[in-house]
């Protein structure tokens, strides 16, 4: 029973962290579509062609962006720059009309703001410790991936199912006290219970595993 009842807290666990890591990669891919967008229209207006509208619809779709705190410092600067050069270039044009005056008047409202969010973007932060390379949560979940990727390739050469592959995780994670290996078994196993393997074994292994972990970094 008790095995049953951590393995469902190990699936609600893993079901929420894979949520909200889906929802946080869907809102940056939204976002880097629509830098791309007005980088396309950068290049269109430098071309000298008529994006006057183009930029405004950008404007009011995407204005938003500063008061969400959805943008990381390095997009600000990115969109800044190009609106810069959207604004110079209609304001070098042949003449102004009210549309292109209008852009110009709500490209200056965008730099105003964006100077004021930035350094409260730079203070939201938390402090980084000595361990920390990055505070994005998304840089870290890929670059966990990725080793988990690699640690799988290992793990799996010469392997025939990925029970196997299961075990010498599992194994790694008591022997070697690894967080990867740990994690790594953990998506193995909710992996096999959503295909109807009998996990519960390997749920307990999976304890005692984190248990020795959680003892090691104790009296690290």
Known sequence: MTSLRTLKSLEILLESFLDRALAQKEERFTVL????????ITRATH????????VGNWL?????WLAEDRLKPGDIDRISNMLGKISRTLESGDG????????GSEIEDWQKVARTV???LTLKRRPESAGDSS????ALFDNTLERLSGLFRDLSHSKQHLLSVLDGAL???RLQKSTDALLLSAFMIYYLKQGGYKVEPYVKRLKEAEKLLKEAKRDA
Do not use: F, V, W
Not at 60 to 64: K, L, Q, S, V, W
Not at 96 to 103: G, H, N
Not at 135 to 138: G, H, P, Q, V
């Open 171 to 173: 194994e790694s994670a």
């Open 135 to 138: 505070s994005d949560s998304i």
């Open 33 to 40: 579509d629509g830098i791309n967008r007005l980088d396309d």
């Open 47 to 54: 071309n000298g062609d008529d994006t006057a509208e183009p």
């Open 60 to 64: 009011a779709e995407h204005n938003r």
């Open 118 to 120: 930035r350094p409260k």
């Open 96 to 103: 102004s009309t009210a549309q292109t005056d209008k852009i």
